[in-house]
């Protein structure tokens, strides 16, 4: 069965220091693979996603299919990066999304 | 483009009493969802539709039915409300498969 696994549900870290949110999936083919970002009182809105190969507000992802791990990263957390974060796994040939449990990341001043 | 639209964004029901969730969307996207958002454990499908006239279960349909008559709208029913399907509901869509989903911005639902 298809899953997406985010083992932390709270990371703290202080500002400036570097972030790592951790996601595995289980899926036997070509996954899509995305990072939403759920900022207090907002609705979820796509981060990045692994085709686009890019960085958004300097965090970026790197699709290991050796690992089956989509960790998102960042050099250096800010404040303004608080918030929830969702790593969504969707299927080849299928509409859905499947949704991991969600980390919140807390940055401390 | 409004993008997705929820409303209410706050219900508070009885329980046994039934409502409809509004979702519409002006992006002309075929797929549509609708997800509820639990703490601890993240977003979970409730149904979805692939186009006008098309519905299918998620993975926790019990309590909710769908319909999809327009590509616009996809309404959501508590046939009979109870405490367990108190939540976030968020709706979502997208173009094509494997591309990015619009969310709304949610309905909190509350069922005493």
């Known amino acids: 069965a298809q899953r997406v696994t985010q083992p932390e549900k709270l990371l703290s870290v202080f ?3 570097p972030v790592e949110l951790k996601c595995n999936y289980s899926y ?18 796509l981060l990045l996603r692994h085709i686009s ?18 960790h ?8 303004e990066d608080s918030a929830m974060y969702y790593c969504a796994l969707s299927t080849s040939g ?16 | 483009n409004a993008g997705v639209t929820q409303t209410p964004k706050f219900q508070v029901l009885k329980t046994g009493q039934s409502m409809t969730l509004q979702c519409a969307q002006d992006m002309n996207h075929e797929y549509m969802s609708w997800y509820r958002q639990d703490p601890g454990m993240g977003l979970r ?44 509901y968020f709706c979502a869509s997208s173009p094509y498969r494997g591309t990015e989903a619009f969310f709304g911005q949610g309905t909190r639902l509350t069922v005493v």
């Open chain 1, 72 to 79: 998102l990263k960042k050099p250096f957390a800010q404040e």
């Open chain 1, 28 to 45: 036997s083919g070509s996954p899509e693979l995305f990072w939403y970002v759920q900022y207090s009182r907002q609705r979820l809105q």
């Open chain 1, 15 to 17: 500002k400036g220091a």
């Open chain 2, 45 to 88: 499908l409730i149904h979805y539709s692939v186009g006008a006239g098309i519905t299918d279960q998620g993975e926790v349909p019990n309590g909710y039915n769908v319909s999809r008559s327009t590509t616009e709208d996809f309404p959501l029913r508590l046939l009979s409300a109870a405490p367990s399907q108190t939540s976030v």
């Open chain 1, 53 to 70: 190969r890019e960085s958004i507000k300097g965090f970026t992802a790197d699709l290991n299919k050796g690992e089956t791990s989509f």
């Open chain 1, 94 to 109: 299928t509409y859905k999304y499947i949704f991991g449990t969600g980390t919140r990341l807390k940055v401390l001043a």
